[in-house]
């Protein structure tokens, strides 16, 4: 069973950027598509952005242009860059990947806040 470890959150200042590692254990993580989440104070979960095995990546509108997918399989590591910040982007941001048992399986998720 494969087991996610968000990292990378903090606090920065709008405009500023972090960047987020999911990393996986596991050997078949690299056949495997990752999705990040985040979900605001009040909000309901959200889906940011996704990778497939290949390496193409998807979108939300929201951070299209600003938030950039990546992966090193042979670190079974997602990254999630995040540039020019805003504060709504402050959130707990999670990733996920698809159980061979049904379902998906979550990390425990990073705090990322945008505030100056």
């Known amino acids: 069973q494969v087991q996610l470890v968000e990292s990378g959150g903090g606090l920065v200042q709008p405009g500023g950027s972090l960047r987020l590692s999911c990393a996986a254990s596991?050997?078949?993580?690299?056949?495997?598509?990752v999705n990040w989440y985040r979900q605001a104070p009040g909000k309901q979960r959200e889906l940011v952005g996704s990778?497939?095995?290949?390496?193409?990546?998807m979108y939300a509108d929201s951070v299209k242009g600003r938030f950039t997918i990546s992966r090193d399989n042979a670190k079974s590591t997602v990254y999630l860059q995040m540039n020019s910040l805003k504060p709504e982007d402050t959130a707990v941001y999670y990733c996920?990947?698809?159980?061979?048992?049904?379902?998906?399986?979550w990390g425990q998720g990073t705090q990322v806040t945008v505030s100056s």
């Open positions: 996920n990947v698809p159980s061979l048992r049904g379902g998906y399986i």
């Open positions: 596991g050997s078949i993580f690299s056949i495997l598509p």
């Open positions: 990778i497939t095995t290949g390496g193409t990546t």
